[in-house]
């Protein structure tokens, strides 16, 4: 898959649940600290397995092309 369609599947996927902000914001800043706790707390608060997996590989694709494109703008 190329980085365009990694963008472009990004670009489709369903905007977050507010109530998904700060779990997305730990992916984004501290995904090792993740504990299935925190995941069991989204699944108590009605999130299926496939919402939360969707939003989290989303937000660290998002993430991830944010830091490609901060390196590419220094390299050039």
Known sequence: MS????RA???ATAPAPAELAAYLEQV??????I????VAALTEAGFSDDEIFEQTVAVAISEGLRRLDAADRVIR
Not at 3 to 6: F, K, N, P, T, V
Not at 28 to 33: G, H, L, N, S, T
Not at 35 to 38: H, L
Request: proline share 0%; glycine share 0%; aromatic share 6%.
């Open 3 to 6: 980085i365009e369609q990694l």
């Open 9 to 11: 599947n990004l670009a």
């Open 28 to 33: 984004r800043v501290r995904a090792y600290a």
């Open 35 to 38: 504990t299935d706790a925190d």
